[in-house]
């Protein structure tokens, strides 16, 4: 039995260890704005934070997690007004949107550890999030925006 | 495209605009907008808000299966709280269509679109017209019957008011979500009532026939042409609650992928399941029996299932089996040894499907030759969103939940498959993940139907996996393309020859003769704009191995890169400006006639009736020069960096893009800005235009630079984003500059999605050159340049 705290709630897993986060909150708990894009930890469509931390959840297993806090897309802010989403509507971000759970998670895991990135900064932690539409000029002006302050 | 398809391949007997409008007419609903063209009727009153009868003009989606429908019954409803529902019937893959066609909507009505509310409608074709989402055509073929609905609906609320006032329709007047009484100055009087309570009475009210709807002016337009409207679900996906493919959830659902032959016809031998049974949480396995008649359409390929209490467990259990697979009849497909085939085809005399003056004349008296031959690569689609669907069947109805692009041809499909009348198939589109034309294939859902159907109807979501995705595509066909061109003693270009060799899309549908088919002849090749006296364009033999399919831009991809590469060959060969020899090469300004240039009489114009959607020469002039103005074309550039020009018409709309590339000391390509001008005619969404441009640059990148399908001994070689390479933050066009054609109503609506894609890969090519001296003509080219 593990127990996770998810978006703030605790919840007992008694299932196999090795099931990676994503299917856990995705297949378990009907968390579905995580997003399924690679299963192989190189595309970012996953991405949740880990103890504030970004992590790739299709390589995370619940094993990894257990005793830790999880917060998904559903938990990073409980109105959306997380500086990053209000940022991210204001530059009219996205396009088809599958990716953009694991942008933005991407994006508030490096703000809260570095609250004004360079240019260089940015690309070296968004660069593991794929968008296939791309929508990365507007991630990167995202990004600055809610840096400076939405 | 699926449509064009149908027709294309039927071609022959019936007539390119059918009768879909009498029927539609026969049913009550108001038809396209061809029943008035031609009929001039002068107006019987002049609402104040909206002053312009539209002149109709056909497009090619009056000739499509059940038309274009453009009836308020069908697209809006009004609660009497004045909450406004519209009706979207294209799939939103990222275009923003799911907003834009119900924003004209509203803007006709004169409603306030923050009172909207949409509704995803299902595959039904019959009842709202065509659905298939793709080859750029929703706006094209639905600005029209988007502006007659609104505008219709805005009459009836006028004359629900007027009669309720007992006053002239003429002093009624739409706006903000309310009707307003004028005085005989045509001021409000401040009287008004809301559409909430013109509901009622407004749906009794006789659909106005298409000759007597007036439009709104520009001048009136509230949201058409603003780009203030954010995408309907901006909000949603920025907070994890937007419903894609696999976030349907249903009681007691359970989860499944399918192993699947490596090789396109493989069968199963034999195969063990009982180690995949004893996973935890695997609870069957079943096999889903491919289809393997010719043509294999979209058909699901077979495999083994395994259906489990998560997708984990499925997958692991999918691991766990043994199969014994009999490779079948492609097993040899190697793509070196297929790419020297087709170079080789190329060098020989091809079937001639265009031939204008004395080609073979201009080059034996050519003082000089310029040959090339430009490759590509297959490509997977790959949309962020890998393949789902979810279905289940209670009570002998079927449901089905995707992200497609074609939910009314998946409805067909699944029917027959499931052997069920297609009255008791239901399928519902979520948003997709992408698209980009693999989700125009719904094998994957014939797969997840038919495995609930051997679960005794239980829910079930069949997940594709990316190794699935980038080894199951209908990929992007593998080609080259070899052009000639012949100067003459002036060093004038006298002779153009271009043969193509690549396996069809049409393999797909009929059965393979090696041959590309109208489609794929009309995207870049027999349309070559050229001003050229003496032009041939050849196909050679070359028979599919695989899948192919259509990726975004589909042929053109190919064809642009080679034909505006080979303008940059001749230009240095000459010691010309690029951009000066570019704009010569298109020539006088001109309706390019096809018959005096040699097009096949099966010429395909996207679709569109020639007449309604020239080659204007002018339009492709405009946009080069635009975009070489804007890009400050001719300026002074460091060592290693250089611009590079590429123009190109596709899906009806002209593109012209200046890549301006720097070359890092490690040999790293880099481009720090493209500037593109489109010209798409009239257009109502200019921020999701932009959008779609940028998206183009950086798809344009991975088509240049990274991604490649490769196969051997039948099966494809990549398997995920660690092989199939596509761009991303740390090197893509850093920025797009995008300038759009202003254009009035007279210049009709072309397409966006794809004609940014393009002239990306030929004039990130043409800058390489300029930077570096160096010609690239593979694609993918490679992130790096020695």
Redesign the interface.
């Known amino acids: 039995m593990s127990s996770i705290t998810i978006n703030g709630e605790v919840r007992e897993f008694s299932?196999?260890p090795n099931?990676?986060l994503l299917?856990y909150v995705?297949?378990?708990l009907?968390?579905?704005?995580?997003?399924?894009?690679?299963?192989?930890g190189?595309?970012g469509?996953c991405t949740v934070h880990l103890d504030g931390v970004a992590v790739r959840s299709c390589q995370t297993t619940v094993g990894e997690a257990a005793g830790k806090s999880v917060t998904?897309?559903?938990g990073?802010?409980p109105d959306?007004e997380h500086p990053v989403?209000k940022a991210?509507?204001k530059i009219?971000v996205?396009?088809?949107?599958?990716?953009?759970?694991g942008q933005?998670m991407q994006a508030a895991s490096l703000l809260a550890s570095n609250q004004s990135p360079s240019d260089g900064e940015?690309?070296?932690a968004?660069?593991?999030?794929?968008?296939?539409?791309?929508?990365?000029?507007?991630?990167?002006e995202a990004i600055r925006l809610a840096a400076g302050g939405v | 495209m699926l449509h064009y398809l149908k027709n294309e391949i039927d071609a022959g007997t019936e007539p390119k605009i059918n009768v879909e409008i009498s029927s539609v007419s026969r049913r009550g609903i108001l038809g396209g907008l061809l029943a008035g063209t031609g009929l001039v009727l002068a107006a019987r009153f002049t609402p104040a808000g909206a002053a312009e009868h539209l002149k109709p003009y056909p497009t090619a989606g009056l000739s499509m299966p059940s038309g274009v429908v453009s009836d308020p019954h069908i697209f809006i409803a009004i609660e009497p709280d004045g909450a406004l529902t519209i009706v979207t019937h294209r799939s939103?893959?990222?275009?923003?269509i799911r907003t834009s066609l119900p924003m004209v909507v509203a803007d006709e009505m004169g409603a306030d679109w923050s009172r909207v509310k949409l509704v995803q409608a299902p595959g039904d074709e019959p009842k709202y017209g065509n659905q298939d989402t793709d080859g750029s055509r929703s706006m094209r073929h639905f600005i029209q019957p988007m502006r007659q609905c609104g505008a219709a609906m805005r009459q009836m609320l006028e004359m629900a008011a007027a009669a309720k006032w007992n006053v002239d329709v003429s002093l009624c007047h739409a706006r903000n979500h309310e009707v307003a009484l004028l005085d005989k100055n045509k001021k409000e009087t401040g009287k008004v009532f809301s559409f909430g309570e013109l509901a009622e009475a407004a749906m009794t009210v006789p659909v106005p026939a298409p000759e007597t709807i007036l439009y709104k002016s520009p001048s009136e337009f509230t949201y058409m042409g603003k780009g203030e409207v954010?995408?309907a679900?901006?909000?949603n996906?920025?907070?994890?609650?937007?419903?894609?493919g696999?976030?349907v959830?249903l009681p007691n659902m359970k989860?499944a992928v399918i192993a699947r032959p490596a090789v396109v016809s493989g069968k199963i031998k034999s195969y063990d399941a009982s180690a995949a049974l004893k996973v935890?949480?695997v609870e069957a396995v079943h096999e889903i029996e491919g289809v393997f008649s010719v043509p294999r359409k979209f058909h699901q390929l077979g495999g083994i299932a395994v259906v489990a209490?998560?997708?984990?467990?499925a997958?692991q259990g999918r691991d766990a089996l043994t199969i014994e697979w009999d490779n079948g009849p492609n097993a040899s497909y190697d793509t070196d040894a297929y790419t020297a085939e087709l170079s080789a085809t190329a060098a020989k005399p091809g079937k001639v499907i265009r031939n204008q003056g004395d080609p073979d004349a201009a080059f034996a008296k050519a003082k000089d030759v310029v040959t090339a031959e430009y490759h590509g690569r297959h490509i997977a689609q790959?949309?962020?969103?890998?393949l789902v669907a979810i279905a289940r069947i209670v009570d002998g109805k079927a449901e089905v939940w995707s992200s497609v692009q074609s939910p009314y041809g998946a409805r067909k499909d699944i029917a027959d498959a499931l052997k069920m009348p297609i009255e008791d198939v239901t399928v519902h589109v979520t948003?997709?993940?992408?698209?980009?034309g693999r989700k125009s294939k719904w094998d994957f859902m014939l797969e997840t139907a038919l495995l609930s159907q051997k679960m005794g109807g239980a829910p079930v979501l069949l997940?594709w996996?990316?190794?699935d995705d980038i080894q199951h595509a209908f990929y992007h066909t593998t080609s080259v393309e070899r052009i000639e061109v012949a100067l003459d003693e002036a060093g004038k270009v006298s002779g153009w020859r271009h043969r193509t060799v690549a396996p069809s899309i049409v393999s797909t549908f009929k059965q393979d003769d090696g041959y590309q088919f109208p489609i794929e002849y009309g995207m870049g090749f027999v349309d070559m704009p050229f001003d050229i006296p003496n032009v041939r364009c050849e196909n050679g033999q070359a028979m599919a191995h695989t899948r192919i399919g259509w990726y975004r831009s589909v042929a053109n991809i190919p064809r642009a890169f080679a034909v505006q590469s080979m303008v940059a060959e001749v230009a240095a060969k000459l010691g010309r400006d690029p951009k000066d020899f570019l704009l010569e090469m298109i020539g006088p300004d001109r309706e390019i006639d096809p018959k005096k240039a040699g097009f096949p009489e099966e010429f395909w114009n996207y679709g569109e009736p020639y007449e309604q959607f020239p080659i204007n020469t002018a339009r492709l002039k405009n946009v080069v020069r635009v975009a070489a103005e804007k890009a400050g074309w001719g300026k002074k550039l460091p060592a290693r960096q250089g611009l590079g020009i590429a123009a190109h018409r596709s899906f009806a709309s002209y593109v012209a893009s200046v890549v301006h590339v720097a070359i890092d000391d490690d040999g790293t390509i880099r481009v720090p800005h493209v500037t593109s001008a489109i010209d798409c005619g009239f257009h109502v969404n200019p921020?999701r235009i932009r959008?779609?441009m940028?998206?183009?640059?950086?798809?344009g990148m991975s088509n240049a630079l990274y991604s490649g399908i490769t196969f051997k001994n039948g099966a494809v070689e990549q398997s995920?984003?660690?092989d199939y390479e596509?761009?991303?933050?740390?090197n893509?066009?850093?920025?797009?500059s995008v300038h759009i054609i202003e254009a009035d109503w007279a210049v009709h609506a072309g397409g966006v999605g794809e004609p940014g894609v393009p002239p990306f890969a030929p004039a990130l090519a043409n800058a390489i050159f300029a930077a570096t001296g160096k010609r690239l003509r593979n694609m993918p080219m490679g992130e790096k340049i020695a």
């Open positions: 299932g196999d099931m990676p299917w995705r297949d378990m009907n968390l579905t704005g995580t997003k399924f894009g690679c299963g192989a190189v595309c469509a998904t897309i559903e990073l802010s959306g989403q991210w509507r009219n996205p396009q088809c949107g599958y990716c953009q759970a933005i940015i690309t070296e968004m660069t593991g999030n794929i968008c296939r539409c791309g929508c990365y000029q507007r991630i990167h | 939103e893959m990222g275009t923003g954010q995408m679900d901006l909000h996906i920025t907070t994890g609650k937007a419903t894609y696999a976030d959830r989860y935890p949480g209490n998560s997708t984990y467990a997958m790959a949309p962020m969103e890998p948003l997709l993940g992408g698209g980009f997940q996996t990316r190794e921020e959008s779609q940028e998206g183009a640059a950086v798809m995920n984003f660690t596509v761009a991303r933050m740390s893509f066009p850093q920025k797009v």
